[in-house]
Nanobody
Framework: QVQLVESGGGSVQAGGSLRLSCAAS????????MAWFRQAPGKEREAVAS????????YYTDSGKGRFTVSQDNTKSTLYLIMNSLKPEDTAMYYC??????????????????WGQGTQVTVSS
């Protein structure tokens, strides 16, 4: 089992930056991929970015490409998402996810079998 706890959300003005963190605990050696997803009210959960915990390969959707950076610490138990040039449309609950399955598309929610409780990001214009 893996437990995930997100932090770092908050309210920021458009153009600002935030850094989200996700602390993983438990059987972290079983994790192949970690990712950030977000869900705005009335919308489906969408991927933002993912990272392969072994090789450190990163993957981004159009939502995260160019403005967001996903990374992990040296212990590979903390995931980060640095978000720059934030826009009001980035407002959402941001979730950390971890996958102990190697197969599956890295940006699909179905790949991930562990989820955090989420941290709210609100961007005002």
């Amino acid at each position: 089992q893996v437990q995930l706890v997100e932090s770092g959300g908050g309210s920021v003005q458009a153009g600002g930056s935030l850094r989200l963190s996700c602390a993983a605990s438990g059987d972290t050696s079983s994790i192949y991929y970690m990712a950030w997803f977000r869900q705005a009210p009335g919308k489906e959960r969408e991927a933002v970015a993912s990272i392969g915990t072994r090789a450190g390969s990163t993957y981004y959707t159009d939502s995260g490409k160019g403005r967001f950076t996903v990374s992990q610490d040296n212990t590979k138990s903390t995931l980060y998402l640095i978000m720059n040039s934030l826009k009001p449309e980035d407002t959402a609950m941001y979730y950390c996810a971890a996958a102990s399955r190697f197969s599956g598309y890295v940006l699909a929610p179905s790949k991930y079998n562990y989820w955090g409780q989420g941290t709210q990001v609100t961007v005002s214009s």
